[in-house]
């Protein structure tokens, strides 16, 4: 079974700490992608990577940056947390060209930033 | 880009009924439509989808119809159970490998016993 394992299940920080969320997947796959989940607004897409040292911008990236410096880690930072992205943080990995395309989602990580 | 909307945002059933969720899409070159279900305190998973060469895709209770003409697609779950009840969410993408999914708000489904 494939895993992806996202660090922390809660987290809770103070305005403008830098905050780091991390993300391992077990299975090798190419893809990862950071979503946020808020109540009302379903999933948004924050960034995703489709390979080592690569980064693309999703539809939400104001406030948010990424690391994928090896391929079963993709990171996911807030350089000055703010309240507003208090919010449920789901990771995610996708193998590529396999003609499967199921997302392998993370536990996720519920964040307070007070 | 791709916009997906879905329908309705809340919807309870009686158990043994049958609940339809419906998404539209925006981009016509978009091929993948999946489904997935959230339980309360888990993680999505993928439960059904169905791609743009297919009309419609059945698994046991669920099934997906799909319409490219109008841009929408339905995801259709008979004779629920309390184990239905979760958030739903579709998604659509044009999937190359370079185009992520695009998901749509979330239905709560309430399965009633």
């Known amino acids: 079974d494939v895993k992806v394992t996202q660090s922390s299940r809660y987290l809770v920080k103070r305005t403008g700490e830098k905050v780091f969320l991390e993300c391992v997947q077990d299975m090798d796959h190419e893809n990862m992608f950071w979503y946020r989940q808020d109540p009302g607004l379903g999933l948004r897409l924050i960034y995703f990577?489709?390979?080592?040292?690569?980064?693309e911008k999703g539809d939400i990236p104001e406030g948010y940056s990424v690391s994928r410096e090896k391929k079963e880690r993709f990171s996911l930072i807030l350089e000055s947390a703010s309240t507003n992205q208090t919010s449920m943080y789901l990771c995610?990995?996708?193998?590529?060209?396999?003609?499967?395309?199921?997302?392998?989602f993370g536990s996720g990580t519920q964040l307070s930033v007070l | 880009g791709e916009n997906v909307e879905q329908h309705p945002s809340t919807l309870s059933v009686q158990e043994g009924d049958s609940a339809v969720i419906k998404c539209t899409y925006s981009d016509s070159a978009s091929n993948y439509f999946p489904w997935y279900k959230q339980e309360l305190g888990k993680r999505p998973q993928l439960i059904i989808d169905i791609r743009s060469n297919v009309g419609e895709k059945k698994d046991q209770r669920i099934a997906v119809t799909l319409n490219k003409t109008a841009k929408h697609f339905s995801l259709h779950i008979t004779e629920t159970q309390p184990e239905d009840s979760a958030v739903y969410f579709c998604a659509a993408s044009l999937w190359t490998g370079n185009t992520p999914l695009v998901f749509g708000k979330g239905t709560r489904l309430s399965v009633i016993a």
């Open positions: 995610a990995s996708l193998p590529q060209g396999h003609g499967d395309e199921k997302l392998f």
């Open positions: 990577s489709y390979d080592v040292k690569m980064k």
